[in-house]
Nanobody, 120 residues
Framework: QVQLVESGGGLVQPGGSLRLSCAAS????????MGWYRQAPGKQRELVAT???????NYADSVKGRFTISRDNAKNTVYLQMNSLKPEDTAVYYC??????????????WGQGTQVTVSS
């Protein structure tokens, strides 16, 4: 079993910054892709950013140039630095990890979500 624990959400004013963290623990051989998704009230969950274990990144158009995803493979942790935040970034942010276990099988895990609210 694998657990993803997120932290770093909160309330911030427009134009401000937040840094989210997500640490994976448990039965992990390696982690392939890690990423962040978000879900606003009344909307579907959407991709924010992903990063491979080799460091290749992918961003939603709406966050390009403002958000930066990174990871520390030694700590099985992924980060999301969010700058120039806008009210439309308000959502619950979820961490995702595609984990290869010692059995050789790969499973997708999700964190519990952390609330980000951008408001004056």
């Amino acid at each position: 079993q694998v657990q993803l624990v997120e932290s770093g959400g909160g309330l911030v004013q427009p134009g401000g910054s937040l840094r989210l963290s997500c640490a994976a623990s448990g039965s992990i051989f390696s982690i392939n892709v890690m990423g962040w998704y978000r879900q606003a009230p009344g909307k579907q969950r959407e991709l924010v950013a992903t990063i491979t274990n080799g460091g290749n990144t992918n961003y939603a158009d709406s966050v390009k140039g403002r958000f930066t995803i990174s990871r520390d493979n030694a700590k099985n942790t992924v980060y999301l630095q969010m700058n120039s935040l806008k009210p439309e970034d308000t959502a619950v942010y979820y961490c995702k990890a595609d984990v290869s276990q010692y059995s050789g099988r790969t499973y997708r895990y999700w964190g519990q979500g952390t609330q980000v609210t951008v408001s004056s």
